[in-house]
């Protein structure tokens, strides 16, 4: 019984120091781009911080996938020449900062880790009792194939003014594929966002040397909406979409309020599907010298959702839905409202509602346009008789071209 006990409280507490974790990012070291997946030999930055500031030691483990995400058969020496497990030893203190915070950053692959296969890898971070804190996911591939992606207005003419459609070819002039419906595996995601893919595909036309997938509903996303966005760049003035500065304990930032409108029309405005960048203009070295603002966001609706919840939902935590940004509706207002803490910065954010379904839906609330701007990356797998893993051979992506 006391053990039950012991257990459920460490529980609790990782849970719990597990919320003190932000400003997770996993991206190419040299490029400036929202993404990991990479070519294989491509170096990924992972960093993050911890709000205690108290220096823990972290450490990160790397776990070769199958396309599904479940862990592949290879052992650890067959993908990685070194080590899977290893202490993040590059440690940093915030600096003249109002909220405390200590920096983690290591690159994957280093000189201790050495990947040598293509593939799906999850990220994990444990804490000193192997515990895990978080975990991400990439994807390094290989330029076996040449994959061209079409996005299209939906041609259901029931979705042709709410989705899209993708439709691609997998051109392999140098690899022989035997049996394309047992030797290859694609996937189509949707703005980088593991929650939101198709699977389980199957080529509707062979020519020679190239697959082609042209579903007309089977490869159909929704469009939903352009995401908003807000800048922190500065933390003690108004930047874009901040009404209201105050100074507390940490800088609260009231942003301007959303309005619910069912009837809302489609309205370009440039975003980057959902994702953020860490910056300031007040210090030299965001990394360390970028503070935590209280970020304040408010909806206002008529009436409550009926059934349904609703959740901030961006990159910002890796598009998930947990109990920090859920938002809670004040009745005396009509209004929901949710606030946490954010790293200085640019910031996309959408508003989303799950349902008894437990599925993620975006277009309650922002609506869904065929003329949305979202970014689509179609991965290739590759499994020929007696091999034992999937490799990446291709990635291709596309976006929808508004002047066609």
């Given at each position: ?303 409550p959702f009926s059934g349904k919840e609703v959740y901030v939902y961006g990159a910002f935590n890796n598009f998930e839905l947990t109990p920090e940004n859920k938002m809670s ?76």
């Amino acid at each position: 019984m006391k053990l039950k006990i012991s257990s459920f409280f460490l529980l609790i507490a990782t849970s719990l120091h597990a919320q003190q974790i932000k400003s997770i990012q996993l991206r190419p070291l040299q490029e400036k781009v929202f993404t990991s997946i990479v070519p294989l030999g491509t170096v990924l930055e992972l960093s993050f911080d911890d709000l205690d500031a108290d220096s823990k030691s972290y450490q990160y483990k790397i776990e070769h996938m199958t396309s599904d995400w479940k862990k592949s058969r290879m052992l650890t020496s067959q993908y990685i020449d070194g080590f899977d497990q290893n202490t993040i030893l590059e440690v940093t203190n915030s600096f003249n900062t109002l909220q405390s915070y200590t920096h983690y950053r290591v690159q994957i692959p280093n000189t201790n880790s050495i990947i040598t296969k293509s593939g799906n890898y999850l990220l994990s971070v444990l804490n000193d009792y192997d515990e895990l804190i978080f975990s991400r996911r990439f994807v390094f591939y290989e330029r076996e194939v040449i994959i061209g992606v079409s996005v299209e207005r939906s041609r259901n003419t029931k979705t042709s003014n709410t989705q899209q459609t993708i439709q691609f070819s997998v051109n392999h002039p140098t690899l022989q594929i035997n049996n394309p419906r047992q030797e290859i595996k694609v996937v189509i995601l949707k703005n980088e966002n593991w929650n939101e893919k198709i699977t389980n595909l199957q080529p509707t036309f062979f020519k020679a040397n190239q697959l082609q997938y042209t579903y007309t509903n089977k490869t159909n996303f929704w469009g939903d909406n352009e995401y908003y966005n807000f800048d922190t760049k500065f933390l003690r003035n108004r930047s874009l979409g901040i009404q209201l500065v105050e100074k507390k304990d940490v800088y609260h930032h009231y942003l301007y309020p959303e309005n619910y409108n069912k009837y809302k029309k489609y309205t370009y405005f440039p975003d980057i599907n959902g994702q953020f960048v860490i910056r300031t203009l007040e210090a030299n070295d965001a990394e360390t010298e970028a503070d935590y603002a209280m970020m304040h966001f408010s909806l206002n609706a008529y009436q409550p959702f009926s059934g349904k919840e609703v959740y901030v939902y961006g990159a910002f935590n890796n598009f998930e839905l947990t109990p920090e940004n859920k938002m809670s509706f004040d009745s005396e207002n009509n209004t929901y409202r949710a606030s946490f803490l954010l790293k200085q910065g640019f910031y996309n954010y959408s508003f989303a509602t799950v349902g008894e379904d437990k599925k993620v839906n975006l277009r309650t609330i922002n609506g869904s346009f065929y003329e949305t701007e979202n970014q689509y990356t179609v991965l290739v797998y590759y499994q020929s008789f007696g091999d034992i893993y999937e490799r990446v051979i291709g990635v291709g992506s596309g976006f929808l071209d508004q002047n066609r």
